[in-house]
């Protein structure tokens, strides 16, 4: 009986726990090039993807640009 309850238990956890990981991996690698729309005080920076969608991230975890040329686009 309690074989059979711990192993119920550990299946359970186990498909949750996937479940989990696969809707992290889809939100925290979005593909394709970013626009940056705003930057906060405190380092979090809000992108706009190619389909429209706005999505805030962790500055730290962005990769800096260092190729040719990028215009610069100031909203009042």
Do not use: C, W
């Not at 969608?53 to 990028?70: A, D, E, S, V």
């Amino acid at each position: 009986m309690a074989n059979e309850n711990t192993k119920l238990y550990k299946e359970r956890s186990k498909l949750l726990h996937d479940a989990r990981i696969k809707k992290m991996r889809v939100l925290t690698r979005p593909k394709g090039p970013y626009t940056i729309n705003q930057v906060t005080p405190h380092g979090a920076i809000e992108l706009i993807g190619n389909g429209g969608q706005n999505f805030l991230i962790n500055g730290q975890r962005l990769k800096h640009y260092f190729g040719g040329t990028t215009k610069e686009i100031v909203k009042k």
